[in-house]
């Protein structure tokens, strides 16, 4: 069956608005990510980026508006339904056991099916049938040498690899990041900014974020909101050359 394939974008948001209490965070927005791209949702403090992404994640419902996955609306459809439809949003699902390994947390990941259910029962002998697929996973997200660790040994930024390797064991066809480098030092987010472009390969990613470079870097194309609606939308070089965006960002830290 290739008709989902054939729509060539994975997410189409069509009048996207919320409302909070009369005023209105997000405005009108439609927003079409194409199929196997890194898009970028960018804007000032305030500009609506986070409740545009809480809407397509499911986290929030709109007041208005409309959105599909590959096609099919799932405007009103709950989070833990959209995440077995392949829309995975990391540090979702893949909150983390501060107390189990790296190796231990990618194993519990690779054995619940998306939703609540645990499978904390299951012997020790068919886990192990997991470890395969688990090192495969951490050797992905560049954990190799940490997986005997426990994961609140972690510094930070191996943190944030070992939630998006828990949420890789989901196999989501759409990753959704929110400001997967807040935080970090320059290290860190060179680091993170190359994991992201190697688990692009073959899946769409969505990312909130706020560091400009990391954004110019991977995105092959940018949508700018200010004041909840959206200001423009492009690759990079087009959308920093525009005089309402640099507009927008000067003096509000966003382009550091």
């Given at each position: 069956m290739d008709s989902v394939s054939d729509v060539p974008?994975?997410?189409?948001?069509?009048?996207?608005?919320?409302?909070?209490?009369?005023?209105?965070?997000?405005?009108?927005?439609?927003?079409?990510?194409?199929?196997h791209t890194i898009h970028a949702l960018i804007g000032p403090n305030g500009a609506g980026k986070t409740t545009c992404f809480n809407l397509i994640t499911k986290f929030l419902e709109p007041t208005r508006g409309t959105i599909k996955l590959n096609?099919?609306?799932?405007?009103?459809?709950?989070?833990?339904?959209?995440?077995?439809?392949?829309?995975?949003?990391?540090?979702?699902?893949?909150a983390t056991f501060p107390h189990l390994t790296v190796l231990e947390n990618v194993r519990i990941a690779l054995q619940r099916p998306i939703g609540n259910s645990f499978h904390f029962w299951q012997s020790e002998k068919s886990l192990d049938a997991l470890n395969d697929r688990a090192m495969e996973l951490i050797a992905d997200v560049?954990?190799?040498?940490?997986a005997k660790h426990l994961a609140v040994e972690l510094p930070y930024g191996r943190k944030r690899a070992l939630e998006?390797?828990?949420?890789?064991?989901?196999?989501?066809?759409?990753?959704?990041?929110?400001?997967?480098?807040?935080?970090?030092?320059r290290e860190d987010i060179a680091r993170t900014a190359d994991l992201i472009?190697?688990?692009?390969?073959?899946?769409?990613?969505?990312m909130v974020e706020h560091n400009l470079s990391v954004v110019a870097n991977l995105s092959d194309r940018i949508t700018v909101l200010a004041r909840g609606e959206i200001l423009t939308e492009g690759p990079y070089a087009?959308?920093?050359?525009?005089?309402?965006?640099?507009?927008?960002?000067?003096?509000?830290?966003?382009a550091h």
């Open positions: 974008y994975i997410v189409e948001a069509s009048g996207l608005t919320k409302e909070f209490k009369g005023f209105a965070a997000v405005k009108n927005v439609d927003l079409r990510i194409r199929r096609g099919r609306d799932i405007t009103r459809t709950p989070p833990a339904d959209v995440a077995r439809l392949g829309m995975v949003r990391s540090f979702q699902i893949s560049d954990l190799t040498q940490y998006i390797a828990t949420t890789l064991a989901l196999e989501p066809e759409m990753l959704l990041l929110d400001e997967p480098t807040s935080g970090m030092g472009k190697r688990v692009s390969a073959n899946r769409t990613i969505l087009e959308v920093s050359k525009n005089p309402q965006v640099i507009e927008a960002y000067m003096g509000t830290g966003g």
